[in-house]
């Protein structure tokens, strides 16, 4: 389950960002989600949880996923939605956006 291993640096990245910035508290923190990454959110949030659970800065921690849809692009130019055949030359196309997992934005609380 590769869900695991993704919670974990979800909550590894936050939890330095978070210290960096002088954090007393996670509140939410966004992440992209590619639609080809073949994820399932609620398995990571499920394993989130289980690893923050003695982490007081992550106690009331909400996961908000957003879906990148996927973007080709084809050495002819072609730049699109469609991934296995290019619509202009019927070659493969290169996906350049789709496949990312990515901590996008942290919110949280300081003790100013």
Do not use: W
């Not at 979800?10 to 954090?23: F, H, L, M, P, V």
């Not at 130019?77 to 934005?105: D, S, T, W």
């Amino acid at each position: 389950m590769h869900e695991s291993g993704i919670a974990y640096d979800i909550y590894a990245t936050s939890k330095r960002a978070a210290e960096d910035n002088g954090a007393v508290k996670v509140r939410t923190i966004y992440v992209d989600v590619g639609s080809m990454a073949m994820v399932n959110p609620d398995q990571v949030e499920f394993m989130f949880g289980t690893f923050v659970t003695e982490d007081p800065m992550f106690s009331e921690t909400k996961l908000v996923f957003t879906t990148v849809p996927p973007i080709a692009e084809c050495e002819c130019g072609y730049a699109g939605p469609e991934i296995f055949v290019c619509p202009n030359c019927g070659k493969l196309p290169h996906l350049v956006q789709g496949r990312e997992i990515l901590v996008k934005n942290i919110e949280i609380d300081t003790e100013e």
